[in-house]
């Protein structure tokens, strides 16, 4: 049964509040923005892509899956270009290929007529052969290294798995003003007064979040929402390919009277992209369930074509198809992990914060991603903790902060296993803070306790330690910065 409610974030994009933790999944302010800052820029990506041929990725709680959109539009917009080149590269190679082939089915037929000897044309068949590995040869040649990426989706709800690619993100008022007026009058004051007036009639007609998440969420301006960056949009194909994928990995059980329950609930219909849901229908009948001819040509020429297009049709998107293999394990973190093998290369640990699901912040779950992650690989998350710092340290992890230039302020933590990855190590400080009582982590030995059984390990730990408390620990450094102060002035 459903315990979750969708709303929107400040960028349109949707976010989840669960009932049975009173508490939300993605924060006000975005999160797409959020995948995006906290996952994909800090990650280093954009210097690996196309310099290796494979990379694995493991995005523990994956969620709606913002974080592996994220990645795959990223992946995509960094190719656009070599997407083109290797189909027209492509189209062209088949063309030569099959002039050859007409050419040689005309000979052959002189060659019948004339009754020229067998020997003959088997030199004709072996030209062929010679010409065809020549054409392969310059195709390889020509074709550019473009990354395969591999990417591991742990988590444990179905429906969320499911419904993710069908889901659709809104555009903001700001974003439509800026799409109709040209930016060269960004400069003048009569734009931004024109913008806010605009914005602020627009947000009359925009949908509007749940009392009570609105409040959690802490929005004072009552669901404004912020333009957000043309660089954090999710790409067309994103979700087309996350439905392929879910097709594959389900067959016939993907689109089930479960879900169809949900798209087709009136009050959650404002979440979903019809053009989606009818790609996702389309996809699965046509490959697992019977449909009558008739059908089949009218979903064809509503979906494929309408949907999907000029790029798709051009095949553009099966090229960028097949640089992504997406699995999914819908299960207890903690069961699917022990069921992967390999390492990786990006690790994007999304879970609960640590008071709601604990379970997947303990030192021994923390152990097993280490053992999971490459020797050049790094872990994000988008936790500032104290708790969890400790926990990747004593994990022998190399610690760091996630820098936000826009913001320019720090907004996560990053890990390795290699020193030099980690741009902005932990201060003497934030070490110091780990090492007080609010850096005493979760214990899960068996890797299968109860939440309240790893709440409760630790409440005794905490009461039982002899380590100062965060506020003491606070206190003694302020002190000894005013006293270092003092000394300097003598």
């Not at 669960?18 to 994909?40: N, P």
């Not at 190719?79 to 082939?101: A, G, R, T």
């Not at 390889?140 to 499911?162: A, G, P, S, Y």
């Amino acid at each position: 049964m459903r315990d979750y409610e969708f709303y929107y974030t400040q960028d349109g994009s949707i976010g989840l509040y669960s009932h049975a933790d009173d508490d939300v999944y993605h924060s006000k302010f975005g999160a797409v923005t959020e995948a995006w800052e906290k996952f994909i820029l800090p990650s280093g990506i954009t210097s690996k892509i196309n310099t290796v041929p494979k990379l694995r990725v493991l995005d523990v709680c994956y969620g709606i899956g913002y974080n592996t959109k994220a990645l795959i539009s990223h992946a995509i917009n960094l190719n656009e270009d070599k997407l083109k080149k290797e189909n027209s590269i492509k189209l062209f190679l088949k063309k030569i290929k099959n002039k050859f082939k007409k050419n040689f089915k005309i000979k052959n037929k002189k060659n019948n007529l004339e009754n020229i000897n067998n020997i003959e044309t088997i030199d004709e068949n072996n030209n062929l052969e010679k010409q065809e590995m020549l054409l392969e040869s310059i195709e390889t040649n020509k074709q550019e290294v473009l990354t395969e990426f591999t990417v591991d989706c742990l988590e444990i709800n179905e429906e969320l798995v499911k419904i993710s690619p069908l889901l659709k993100t809104l555009i903001t008022p700001q974003e439509i003003f800026t799409r109709i007026v040209p930016r060269i009058f960004d400069c003048f004051d009569t734009y931004w007064k024109i913008r806010k007036k605009l914005s602020k009639m627009a947000l009359k007609f925009t949908c509007k979040n749940k009392k009570e998440i609105s409040e959690l969420l802490d929005l004072k301006f009552n669901n404004n929402y912020d333009e957000i960056d043309n660089e954090y949009r999710i790409h067309d194909f994103v979700n087309y390919i996350i439905i392929n994928s879910l097709v594959e990995h389900y067959k016939n059980k993907y689109i089930t009277s479960d879900i169809k329950k949900v798209i087709k609930n009136r009050k959650l219909k404002r979440f979903f992209a019809r053009n989606l849901i009818k790609y996702a229908k389309f996809k699965q009948d046509s490959r697992y369930n019977f449909i009558s001819k008739t059908n089949l040509l009218g979903n064809l020429h509503n979906i494929y074509y309408d949907h999907l297009s000029n790029r798709y049709k051009k095949a553009k998107f099966k090229v960028a198809e097949k640089l992504f293999k997406l699995n999914f394990y819908v299960n207890d973190a903690r069961k699917s992990i022990l069921e992967l093998n390999g390492q990786y290369d990006l690790i994007f640990l999304d879970a609960f914060t640590f008071s709601k699901a604990p379970e997947l912040w303990t030192v021994e779950f923390i152990a097993e991603i280490y053992r999971r992650l490459s020797p050049n690989g790094i872990l994000m998350t988008y936790s500032n903790s104290a708790l969890v710092r400790n926990t990747f340290l004593e994990n022998n992890f190399y610690v760091g902060k996630i820098y936000n230039k826009k913001a320019d302020k720090f907004i996560g933590t990053v890990a390795a296993k290699e020193k030099s990855l980690i741009e902005h190590p932990l201060t003497n400080y934030e070490i110091g803070l780990c090492n007080t009582r609010a850096g005493i982590p979760y214990r899960d030995p068996s890797l299968n306790s109860e939440k309240k059984e790893i709440l409760k390990r630790r409440e005794y730990e905490f009461k039982n330690s002899e380590l100062m408390t965060s506020s003491q620990y606070m206190r003694s450094r302020s002190s000894n910065n005013i006293n270092e102060e003092n000394d300097e002035q003598i």
